[in-house]
């Protein structure tokens, strides 16, 4: 637009930012039309003009395509992504992409895996739930042309019995060893893999987003639906402890909010719970800190509580994700030196104890949900804790905190939505709560079949030609 006026100047672009030092502003000044990007080959205009055509094109097919739907097609087509969640056509795009069974509402999925998988033909959940899990081992050991290597066992059914060597054209022993490690030593067992899988991308985690598409497969097919243990888990164990909190941040522009919920038991065996929010309605650098502050004083006053009453290694607290690590590092940095604000070491110190621990990692690699991603949301929702609110989202707790902290509105207007944050916050922690007791109940059981199940039984159901007579 500056060009088209003719106010472009020489071509030259700041980038706004922040030093990290300080929190001071700071613009970098860029020659747009230098060399700078793609190792040197490109410069910044080029880019932006390359993307602007495309985008153009984009926008110019899809007008024509509204007009006649018939010989016109779409330069483009819906993918999901983390950006989906903010934009406003979310559902409208979600509805056709539920329609075509698209493979980027698989959780874990990325859109570069997807476009691979629809090159090859594999463009539904359905048909990633198809692949062989055998072949799919050895793609994911990064060996290129295994359908080549195939197709040759197959044309020598003679050598059957020979070493696997034998089937490898430009004979490889680092690819030999991969194929012995799976179990594959034999022409014959080469030739028993599925060439159609054998197509499939290497290197993409093809199991994991196997396991991913059958267990959401088999939960609709099912009309019900199944948490399952991943492949090659023997069991989930949370670790817990006789004092737990759950704790959760919440943050605009300034980290405003801890919240917690506190459960432990006193001698008699009761469970006793309470929910403590540590926050502030005013956006300054000495409210965060002074609520810093006092998240970190009540953490350590039921460390020791703990410690004293239950003895060492008896205090857990819980979170999901690593944004508290990040905000509490943040934190202890800016505000060093501010009365009752821990330094850095002792976040460190305390962050990498066993009594901070992080729950994503124990819920989405050791379990398989059948849900379209890992967020807390969707995971809580599926053991059945509902947030009071009805439109439970970060998102939404930013504008609601805007109006929670705005003067303009009277006291009783703000306290209805700071009252709304704290029990979005409060569900928030009672939902991870939710999820520790729900997984914890499944490894005490004794009873086998009343355990999670592993994924590995699914194997037998997608095996080709099983898959009508047992689902």
Known sequence: MLKFHDLDGNGWGGIVGTDHGDDKHVIIWVDLNEPLYDRGRSSAMEIYNASYAEARKVAETAAKF???????????????????????????????????????????????????????????????????????????????????????????????????????????AKIEDVLVKQGISTVGALAALDLDTAKMPSGVSLVGHIDQA?????????????????????????????????????????????????????????LRTSYHAFV????????????????????????????????????????????????????????????????????????????????????????????????????AKYVRFMWRDSDPSGASSTLWYQKASDSTLTKEEREIWQTRILQYNEDDVMATAALVDFVDRFTKVFDPSKKLPPVEDLDIRYRKGALAKSI
């Open 66 to 172: 509204k007009l006649d739907n018939t010989s016109v097609q779409p330069v483009t087509r819906p993918e999901w992504k983390s950006e989906c969640k903010t934009c406003v056509w979310r559902e409208h795009c979600q509805e056709r992409l539920v329609e075509q069974d698209d493979p980027t509402l698989l959780a874990g999925m990325t859109v570069k895996v997807a476009r691979l998988l629809r090159d090859k033909g594999v463009d539904t959940i359905g048909k990633i739930a198809r692949l062989d899990i055998a072949t799919a081992m050895v793609l994911d050991e990064k060996v290129e042309e295994l359908d080549t290597m195939v197709a040759d066992a197959r044309s020598m059914r003679q050598y059957a019995n020979s070493p696997v060597g034998a089937a490898i054209s430009s004979p490889d």
């Open 214 to 270: 059958r267990v959401v497969d088999y939960a609709r097919r099912k009309k019900m639906t199944h948490i399952f243990r991943g492949r090659g888990v023997h069991a989930v164990c949370i670790p817990r402890g006789n004092v737990e909190i759950h704790t959760d941040m919440e943050e605009d522009g300034i980290i405003y909010c801890w919240g917690n919920y506190l459960a432990w038991r006193n001698p008699n065996g009761k």
């Open 280 to 379: 502030t309605f005013e956006r300054t650098d000495s409210e965060e800190a002074r609520v810093f502050a006092e998240y970190w004083a009540f953490l350590k006053e039921w460390q020791q509580k703990s410690e004293e009453k239950f003895g060492p290694d008896t205090y857990k607290v819980f979170h999901y994700t690593k944004a508290e690590d990040r905000c509490m590092r943040h934190l202890a940095k800016k505000h060093a030196g501010i009365e009752g604000v821990p330094s850095i070491e002792e976040i460190d110190a305390f962050l990498e104890s066993s009594s901070w621990v992080d729950l994503y990692p124990l819920l989405t690699k050791s379990l398989v949900w059948p849900t379209d991603d890992h967020s807390l949301k969707s995971l």
